[in-house]
């Protein structure tokens, strides 16, 4: 293929239907000078495709070997959607599942949505290990997650993204673009 890298893998997604797209990314070390062009967030971005990211150095071998997922929520609809597909495409695998929030503040409905969700998965999902965390860090939201995944040995971290306009993703990066480029940990994204 010829053409800008992005531009091919997105045809070639919409062309060949692939179940996720594999990419690698530089991780923390990337400077932020480069976060308007990476290939990768681009694709992250603008695929309808589910994006799993590896960080280069990070030795993944296989999803037999995750044991911990964060999963990353709003609480909103467009995220139980997501959770449905990821569940899917890991059905065989056995793992736990973090579900969290990230506030910036206190937030009492984040408690009342939390324990919709939990209802939700205990009914849904009895079988499947589950702990729910509100993670509370007004300052820096990235090192609260950092904090977070090294504590409880998260293996991936999964989250919905949105569709945006160019505008809005050059001067209001999306959570998962910013981590892209800040997490030595792999991802996995769905879109909403």
């Not at 239907?17 to 062009?37: A, E, F, H, Y």
């Not at 044991?67 to 609480?75: E, M, Q």
Request: negative net charge.
């Amino acid at each position: 293929c010829e053409g800008v890298p992005e531009e091919e893998i997105l045809r070639f997604s919409k062309e060949y239907q692939p179940s996720v797209i594999v990419m690698g990314t530089r991780g923390k070390n990337q400077k932020d000078i480069d976060l308007i062009g990476s290939v990768t967030a681009e694709v992250i971005e603008r695929s309808i495709t589910p994006v799993f990211t590896i960080p280069e150095n990070v030795p993944f071998t296989d999803f037999s070997k995750v044991k911990n997922i964060a999963y990353a929520t709003n609480f909103g609809q467009k995220d139980l959607i997501s959770f449905e597909q990821m569940m899917q495409f890991l059905q065989p695998f056995n793992f736990k599942i973090y579900f969290i929030h990230i506030q910036q503040k206190e937030n009492m409905w984040n408690e009342i949505k939390l324990a919709g969700i939990k209802e939700y998965f205990k009914t849904n999902y009895p079988n499947l290990e589950t702990e729910y965390c509100l993670i509370k860090n007004e300052d820096d939201i990235l090192s609260a997650l950092e904090d977070f995944v090294k504590e409880k040995k998260i293996d991936i971290i999964s989250l919905n993204t949105h569709k945006r306009n160019i505008f809005a993703r050059l001067f209001n990066p999306s959570l998962s673009r910013k981590m892209i480029f800040h997490s030595d940990t792999p991802m996995l994204i769905f879109h909403g």
